[in-house]
Nanobody, 128 residues
Framework: QVQLVESGGGLVQAGGSLRLSCAAS????????MGWFRQVPGKDREFVAG????????NYADSVRGRFAISRDNAKNTVYLQMNSLKPEDTAVYYC?????????????????????WGQGTQVTVSS
């Protein structure tokens, strides 16, 4: 079992930046594809960004490409989401997730049902 703990959320003005972190327990973190998703009340969970086990492959939602950057440090069992030029529509609860079969795939999946482990979420609020 893997436990994921997000941190770094908060309140920021439009145009500002935040960096989210997700710390993972366990010895197999370096084999997992990691993803960030977000959700607002009344809407489906939305893929934001993902990174493969080595960090050599990433995938972004069109809505955040060029503004957000995902990275990982396998030595620290941590994945990051750097969010720049934030907009009010980025307001959501952000979740970190792990795809334990990610090392078998040729690409970073965007479907939440492919991810096996989830964090508790961290709130990001962007004021206009």
């Amino acid at each position: 079992q893997v436990q994921l703990v997000e941190s770094g959320g908060g309140l920021v003005q439009a145009g500002g930046s935040l960096r989210l972190s997700c710390a993972a327990s366990g010895r197999t973190f370096s084999t997992y594809t990691m993803g960030w998703f977000r959700q607002v009340p009344g809407k489906d969970r939305e893929f934001v960004a993902g990174i493969n086990w080595s960090g050599g492959r990433t995938n972004y939602a069109d809505s955040v490409r060029g503004r957000f950057a995902i990275s990982r440090d396998n030595a620290k069992n941590t994945v990051y989401l750097q969010m720049n030029s934030l907009k009010p529509e980025d307001t959501a609860v952000y979740y970190c997730a792990a795809d334990r079969m990610g090392y078998t795939r040729s690409s970073v999946v965007r479907t939440d049902t492919e991810y096996d482990y989830w964090g508790q979420g961290t709130q990001v609020t962007v004021s206009s």
